[in-house]
T-cell receptor, first 111, second 117 residues
Framework: GNSVTQMEGPVTLSEEAFLTINCTYTATGYPSLFWYVQYPGEGLQLLLKATKADDKGSNKGFEATYRKETTSFHLEKGSVQVSDSAVYFCALSTNAGKSTFGDGTTLTVKP | EAGVVQSPRYKIIEKKQPVAFWCNPISGHNTLYWYLQNLGQGPELLIRYENEEAVDDSQLPKDRFSAERLKGVDSTLKIQPAELGDSAVYLC???????????????FGPGTRLTVL
């Protein structure tokens, strides 16, 4: 079956540090890949997505590139802020509409 | 536009009791999902609807869980009887029919936190 593996957290960084959260996946075919974010007390919301190989998704300073050769979709941000503290979920969705989520990575950014 | 609405937000029941959760998706979204989220884990799909049809219910424990989406809009998820292990957050999400299947953003509701005592 399909699976998504995220680097385990929690991750604690100082403000303005560089962020990488690793995500690898297993799926047949060519799934779409997503990063969702859950801020404290809120529901999951889309951060960025990529729907085909080599696509780069970007939003709010975050980026992730769909790497089919390494089956990865790592999330990066050059300079994190305290307001980026949240839980980040990597997810895939197949062409049949079946979705699989990772277990989430908790990020805490300290001033 | 209004987001995905779920109710109740919190529910505490004793084991063996029934419980129901309600979801109203974003207007125009024909795909509706119910997920279960345990603490420290990602959402796990229970059932996916395309309009009124349940197109993927392979992960729904059908001995105690049931769901319906009459008229292809609102949906209800029911557990009867509830067990201690059902304590979790139940999420509803919806997505629009635009674009390639599987490529669309899912919009999530705030979830219902169920505690079974």
């Amino acid at each position: 079956g399909n699976s998504v593996t995220q680097m385990e957290g929690p991750v604690t960084l100082s403000e303005e540090a560089f962020l990488t959260i690793n995500c690898t996946y297993t799926a047949t075919g060519y799934p779409s890949l997503f990063w969702y974010v859950q801020y404290p007390g809120e529901g999951l919301q889309l951060l960025l997505k990529a729907t085909k190989a080599d696509d780069k998704g970007s939003n709010k300073g975050f980026e992730a590139t769909y790497r089919k050769e390494t089956t990865s979709f790592h999330l990066e941000k050059g300079s994190v802020q305290v307001s980026d503290s949240a839980v980040y979920f990597c997810a895939l969705s197949t062409n049949a509409g079946k979705s699989t989520f990772g277990d989430g990575t908790t990020l805490t950014v300290k001033p | 536009e209004a987001g995905v609405v779920q109710s109740p937000r919190y529910k505490i029941i004793e084991k063996k009791q029934p419980v129901a959760f309600w979801c109203n998706p974003i207007s125009g979204h024909n795909t509706l999902y119910w997920y279960l989220q345990n603490l420290g884990q990602g959402p796990e799909l229970l059932i996916r609807y395309e309009n009124e049809e349940a197109v993927d219910d392979s992960q729904l424990p059908k001995d105690r869980f049931s769901a319906e989406r009459l008229k292809g809009v609102d949906s209800t998820l029911k557990i009867q009887p509830a067990e201690l292990g059902d304590s979790a957050v139940y999420l509803c999400a919806s997505s629009s029919p635009m674009g390639r299947l599987g490529s669309n953003e899912q919009f999530f509701g705030p979830g219902t936190r169920l505690t079974v005592l």
